[in-house]
Each structure stands twice: as C-alpha cells, then as structure tokens.
C-alpha cells in the first residue's frame, strides 16, 4: 500500500485550475493516485458533513463527489434544485447559508452561472470549504485533475514531450478551460533544452473561443491535420444546451467533419490514448467503435473521479 503524499499547501476552495501553483497540482494528482490505490480512508474526514449543492443536471460529478466523501467517511447531503425552496424562489447564497447552517463545512457546487460558484465563496463562513463542479462555461477543476491523473497513468509523469490534440466544442467547454489550464501547467519545459506540451486543438471557428483561451495552442479546423501523431486526443461533448442556433449546419454535418472514428483515429500514434469528459454524445463527437475501443480510457476516467475528489476533499476539509 503506498504512503500517503505530503499534504499541499492549505487551499481553502478549488474553484479553478488557473494559476495553481505546479506543486500544488502535482500534490493533488498524486494524493488521487494514492487514493486510486488504496480506495479511501473512512476516519480522514470523520464527523464531516459535505453538500453537493447541484444547480444544473449531472450524473458522474454529483455521483463521484458523494462516494468520495463517503469514502472518507464524511456524512453526505444531496441537495437537488428541482425538489428544494429553490423552486420557491430562494437564491443560491440563502440555500448555501442555511444548509451551512446546519453545521455543514463542505460544498461541492454546480451552477449554470459563470462566476456564481466563486460568488457563494466569497459568501460563505471562513471555515466552510466550497469546490466548483462546474461554473457555466468558465472551469471544472475536479474534471482537469482528473484527465490529468488518467493521462499521468498512461502516458507518465512527464508531459513536456506530448502532443495532446483537444476536439470540439472549446467554445462552451469548461472542461476545456481547466484541461487547458492544468495542460499549461504540468506541460510546460523543465530545462531550457526541453520543448515544452505541443497542445493542438482543433474545430469549427464557430465553436472555438475568440478571447485568449487558446493562447499558445495550435489552432485548426482540419480535424485529419491535426490528429497526426498525437499521443491522446480529448474529445469534448458537442453541448446543444448552452449552443446559440447556427453555430453548426447539422449534427451530420459535425459528426463528418469533426467527429472521431477509428480510420482518423489511425493518423494519431499507435500508441495514442482518446478521453472524453462525458455525457457521449455517440455517433456525434465519437463513434461507438473508439469509444468502447481498445484506446479509450473513457471508464478509466470515470473511475479516477472519485479518487480525484477524495484528493480534493481531503485536501480542503481534512482538520
Ligand atoms: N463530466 C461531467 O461533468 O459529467 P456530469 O455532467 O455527468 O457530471
């Protein structure tokens, strides 16, 4: 069994990836890969009681925060918006309170707001720890750590010699936002002779950002260019939800051109590995073939999750 990792330095909140200091990711991803090998610790948070506060669907984010906490031996507390005083007006900030006033110090928040998680932080007590599940288009920090343990355990620990290709939607991608963020920061050269994280991404113009998200990446709209030789593709959810209408002609037609089947597949290295952040839009973004293919590590994810939100509670609420 390995040894628990020397604690990072005390973070009160997560709510982004962005400027997180190196040691202090590096600290997370390998407290994750401890708990990927131990499967949990129920005395660590003892006596604590966390909220998953979820303002917008989810099933993998919601599901693996209440098993991590569980893990760890929290008592856990799933609010959902659709059956709460939500539904009778009450905001979030007052929701937040109140359950915080229950003696609850954990909240692991969803909301379809950009900012609003960061928001109720700056609301909440100082002794109350909050994590972003998911902020609109802005970050998913818990969905960065956990692509980045899943490409640390295919492909090592050192990311400065990969070419990691991102597909699709970055326009609306959170998920994006905080693989790229993480990507930047675990990429960049260790010496001054090392090249540095090439990161490719690739889509239709429409659907890529056009503020400074995608400084310092390779940009294209030729999906067979970009894939040549790259060592892991991450494929993002086309997401219609958040979509304004004629961003794209047709789901026929982005499935054509940007969609990933196994013959564009073959234009990455042998050895490449395809993540997919979840819900599948399959036969959209991705056909079956590679999804449940040999190279896909879309399961493997999924199961880092909860390991990767055991690090991140752990390494907030731990007293
Ligand atoms: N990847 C992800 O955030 O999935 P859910 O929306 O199901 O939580």
């Known amino acids: 069994m390995s040894t628990m990792p020397v604690d990072p330095p005390a973070l009160q909140h997560l709510l982004?990836?962005?400027?997180?200091?190196?040691?202090?990711?590096?600290?997370?991803?390998?407290?994750?890969?401890h708990y990927a090998g131990c499967g949990g610790d129920r005395t660590a948070l003892a006596g604590t009681s966390v909220c998953t506060l979820f303002f917008e669907p989810s099933t993998r984010t919601r599901m693996s925060f209440q098993l991590a906490a569980q893990r760890l031996g929290a008592d856990v507390l799933g609010f959902d918006a659709s059956t709460s005083s939500a539904r009778k007006g009450e905001t979030a900030r007052d929701t937040l309170k109140n359950i915080e006033a229950m003696g609850v110090r954990g909240f692991v928040v969803r909301h379809p707001g950009d900012g609003a998680v960061a928001e109720l932080a700056a609301a909440a007590d100082p002794g109350t720890?909050?994590?972003n599940a998911g902020d609109g288009r802005s970050d998913h920090p818990t969905?960065?750590?956990?692509?980045?343990?899943t490409l640390r355990q295919a492909k090592g620990e050192d990311f400065s010699r990969?070419?990691?290709l991102i597909v699709g939607d970055v326009r609306h991608s959170r998920v994006a936002r905080s693989?790229?963020?993480?990507?930047?920061?675990?990429?960049?050269?260790?010496?001054?002779?090392?090249?540095?994280i090439e990161i490719r991404v690739c889509g239709p113009r429409s659907l890529l950002p056009d503020d400074d998200t995608l400084a310092g990446c390779l940009v294209s709209d030729d999906l067979?260019?970009?894939l040549e030789?790259?060592?892991?593709?991450?494929?993002?959810?086309?997401q219609r939800e958040r979509m304004q209408e004629g961003l794209i002609a047709s789901v026929d037609d982005y499935h054509r051109d940007y969609g990933l089947d196994a013959r564009r597949l073959g234009r990455a290295a042998a050895d490449a590995v395809v993540l997919h952040p979840g819900p599948v839009n399959r036969g959209v973004e991705?056909?079956?073939?590679?999804?449940?293919?040999?190279?896909?590590?879309?399961?493997?994810?999924?199961?880092?999750?909860?390991?990767a939100r055991m690090a991140v509670l752990d390494a907030l609420l731990r007293r």
């Not at 997180?20 to 600290?27: D, I, K, S, Y």
């Not at 693989?179 to 540095?196: F, M, N, P």
């Open 16 to 33: 982004t990836l962005e400027n997180l200091p190196r040691t202090q990711l590096v600290a997370l991803l390998d407290r994750a890969q």
């Open 129 to 131: 720890a909050l994590v």
């Open 143 to 149: 969905q960065g750590l956990l692509d980045m343990l």
């Open 162 to 164: 990969l070419k990691v």
């Open 179 to 196: 693989d790229l963020q993480a990507l930047r920061t675990l990429g960049s050269a260790g010496d001054a002779h090392a090249r540095g």
């Open 224 to 226: 067979d260019a970009a």
């Open 229 to 238: 030789g790259v060592d892991a593709v991450m494929m993002l959810r086309l």
């Open 286 to 307: 991705i056909t079956d073939e590679v999804a449940d293919g040999p190279q896909s590590l879309i399961l493997r994810q999924v199961r880092n999750g909860v390991a």
